[in-house]
């Protein structure tokens, strides 16, 4: 058994803080990642590896078992191989021939795989910075999501944080973000557009203080100039899409507790039917969406749909089942 690197501790513990205050990131969403060295069994000689955030489970209680280790040199060849977007999915696959020994932490028996490396990886693997966190508060995605985003991350941060237009998250989106990085040396993260944050930091104090500077910033930036407007691509979307199809009647899932009674999502959905409500004259109706992720969960279960591909159709399964259930309840 080969010790605990103490930049996998460092990491751990900036995870668990970051990940217990929501304002930070939201549940399960966002990684983190450092880069350091270790002894490789098989040559003796020492290797320098990724250690990230894998699949699935959330910051605020990740542990060895959710990382996944990577060979650093291995990772960053894939870009001489890299064709383009349209090999996104196989570059994910790829990252399986980057794995350190089984992917968990050094040493670690068959017992201990460690996470499957995710399709954020290669924003971490890539950008030069020994540490690495990419989140998605609150805060971040107002700006991210605004329709003005570019503008105003420029007015809120200067130069300090800069702007990287919209892409689905994968190899790209990490060439992109890495370029951004090393274009710009006074930078400290950057704003994704429609997505999160991401910031970098020499030292993993630095690198947490500095999540925490673009965080704070960007909600004192919200409350001193008003409400950024973050549905606003959003609308534009929604707004087509009811002309095409001639919908007559909106939809909107409230979430309740089991006892029946409203707590904190309930309200943002309020919140959020009132955005649509100012926008949209079509009439909106909220429906009780209790249980429909667990019976869309179980229906794709029962459907054999893989388990990574489970948490991106659960929710248009749970979509069809919430309008069914508001269709057989005569509501209409
Ligand atoms: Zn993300």
């Not at 989140?135 to 503008?151: F, K, Y």
């Not at 710009?184 to 970098?200: E, M, S």
């Not at 409500?277 to 179980?298: G, V």
């Amino acid at each position: 058994m080969t010790e605990r690197p103490a930049v996998v501790t460092e990491l751990l513990a900036r995870s668990n803080r970051l990940g217990s205050d929501p304002r930070n990131t939201n549940y399960a969403g966002g990684n983190t990642s450092a880069k350091g060295t270790a002894t490789d069994p098989v040559t003796g000689e020492p290797a320098d590896l990724l250690w990230v955030k894998g699949s699935g489970g959330d910051l605020g209680t990740l542990t060895e078992d959710g990382l996944a280790v990577l060979r650093l040199d291995r990772l960053r060849a894939l870009t001489g191989v890299y064709p383009g977007v349209e090999a996104e999915d196989e570059m994910v696959a790829a990252f399986d021939y980057c794995l350190h020994g089984l992917g968990g932490v050094v040493g670690s028996g068959p017992a201990e795989r460690g996470a499957a490396p995710s399709i954020d990886t290669a924003m971490h693997g890539l950008v030069d910075a020994p540490h690495v966190d990419h989140l998605h508060p609150d805060s971040g995605i107002a700006l991210a999501a605004a329709a003005d985003g570019e503008a105003l991350t420029q007015d809120c941060f200067g130069d300090r944080v800069r702007w990287v237009p919209w892409r689905r998250p994968g190899f790209q989106l990490g060439l992109d973000i890495a370029a951004v990085a090393r274009d710009n040396p006074q930078a400290i993260g950057v704003i994704l557009g429609g997505h999160g944050i991401t910031a970098w930091g020499a030292t993993s104090d630095e690198c947490e203080a500095r999540s925490l500077e673009i965080i704070t910033t960007a909600r004192r930036y919200l409350e001193d100039h008003g409400k950024a407007e973050p549905f606003g691509p959003f609308l534009a979307r929604l707004k087509e899409l009811l002309r095409e199809k001639e919908v007559e009647l909106i939809i909107v899932g409230m979430p309740r507790n089991m006892d029946g009674s409203y707590g904190p999502a309930a309200a943002k959905v309020q919140e959020f039917v009132a955005v649509l409500k100012e926008n949209i004259i079509i009439p909106i109706r909220t429906w009780d969406e209790r249980l429909t992720s667990a019976q869309a969960n179980r229906f794709l279960i029962e459907a054999n749909v893989r388990r990574q591909d489970r948490k991106e159709k659960v929710d248009k399964a749970a979509a069809a089942i919430l309008l069914q259930s508001f269709l057989d309840s005569g509501a209409v």
